[in-house]
Every structure is written in structure tokens, then in C-alpha cells.
């Protein structure tokens, strides 16, 4: 049991560091070219190193961040030509997603709803790292009621790819805004069986986001970042 524990323990450690560095780097704040070294971010997070490693290497394995000898991880740049693509194959994915899980009617909402529901409170509280977990969290948990755990995993390997270059500024909080109202109608949808309204709206709410990103990144990097 003491093995168990000790391996539970170790897993949500792995994950906390996940999620923060993860969060930091989608969100912008660590900037392409910026360098986490193990040592240093175990000491600040105040967990051993072991974790912090592990947790590095599962994102640079995602292509967040690459792995320098003897240096550290260092946050990988996006191109514009990548971010579009990204945008393209995430809406195909998700857009199928949320047909089939219209198709077959949503029955449970109680947990989407409460998800739905961290959204606006980190909204309200704008409140950007918090806003990109619920966001997560969300939308993971309504893809997987279309029950296909490939199609999941995919998707969220291609959500946690992609870079919110300007979800903090002016334009991302007013985006952020908007979105609220659309996760919830989401879940109606689903729930009323409305294939053609939800294959819209999934459409809209993942693409809205794209003059937003693109804008943020060519203002940092001019029209293609190196």
C-alpha cells in the first residue's frame, strides 16, 4: 500500500507541474526562448526534482519545450503557419466531436455544468491561469462523452499544443468573455441533440480565438517568427 501511495503521490506531483508550466507557456507568459531548469523550478514549487523532470520531459515530448544538454528546457517558438494548421486539424477533430456526441444526446450535464461554471468564475476574477485550466478541464470532459478515447486524446494533445499568444491582452479577455455564454450553450446542444447548431458553434468558438492569436504573435515575432 505504502508503494501505491508513494506512487499516487509522485503522479499528482508530476501533474501539478504540468499543468503550471504548461499554463505559462499557452498562456504566453513564458516566452519562446525562455529556460526552466529542473533544480530551480523544483525549489520554487517546493517538490523534489524527480517529478519537475518527468513533468518537463512528458512536455517537451508534446513539443513545448525542448530539452538542452547540460542546460535545461527551452520554450519553443510558433510559427504562424503552424498555429493555422493547428487551427484546421483542432476544428475538424473537435467539430466531429461534438457531432457524434449530439448524435448520440447528452444525458448527464450536472459535471459540464460545474466545469462550465469554473470558466466564468476565473473570467470574472480574470484571471488568465485559471482561465486556460477550466478551459481545458471543460472541454476534455465534453469531448470524452462522445466516448472515443482516441479522438480525446488527440484533441487534447493538439489543445495543449497550441500557443494563446494574446489571451491576456485587451482583445483575449473580451474573447475569454464571450466564451462563457458559448460553453454552456454547448452542453444545451449537446443535450437537445442539435446536430447542425453545435457543429456550428464548435466552429465559431474554436475559430473566433484565431484573429487573436495571430494578431499577438505577429506583433511579437513580425509576420513569421524564426
Do not use: C
Amino acid at each position: 500500500m505504502d508503494g501505491l501511495r508513494d506512487a499516487e503521490m509522485f503522479t499528482s506531483l508530476r501533474d501539478k507541474v504540468v499543468r503550471r508550466v504548461r499554463s505559462d507557456i499557452v498562456s504566453g507568459r513564458s516566452a519562446p526562448g525562455t529556460m526552466y531548469s529542473v533544480p530551480t523550478l523544483a525549489e520554487e514549487l517546493g517538490v523534489s526534482t524527480t517529478p519537475v523532470r518527468e513533468a518537463l520531459l512528458e512536455l517537451s515530448r508534446a513539443g513545448l519545450i525542448t530539452p538542452l544538454r547540460n542546460r535545461g528546457f527551452r520554450v519553443e517558438v510558433t510559427s504562424l503557419q503552424e498555429l493555422d494548421n493547428l487551427f484546421t486539424v483542432r476544428e475538424l477533430l473537435e467539430r466531429f466531436a461534438m457531432v457524434t456526441l449530439a448524435e448520440r444526446r447528452l444525458l448527464e450535464v450536472g459535471e459540464l455544468r460545474a466545469l462550465a461554471d469554473d470558466i466564468a468564475t476565473a473570467v470574472k476574477s480574470v484571471d488568465v491561469l485559471a482561465y486556460v485550466e477550466a478551459d481545458r478541464a471543460f472541454h476534455q470532459a465534453l469531448i470524452a462523452k462522445a466516448d472515443n478515447p482516441l479522438l480525446t486524446r488527440l484533441t487534447m494533445d493538439l489543445r495543449d499544443g497550441m500557443r494563446l499568444y494574446g489571451i491576456d491582452s485587451a482583445a483575449g479577455r473580451k474573447r475569454q468573455e464571450a466564451s462563457v455564454k458559448e460553453h454552456y450553450e454547448l452542453i444545451d446542444l449537446a443535450f437537445a441533440g442539435n446536430v447542425k447548431s453545435i457543429a456550428n458553434l464548435i466552429s465559431h468558438h474554436i475559430l473566433d480565438w484565431k484573429p487573436v492569436f495571430t494578431a499577438a504573435l505577429s506583433d511579437r515575432f513580425g509576420s513569421e517568427p524564426k
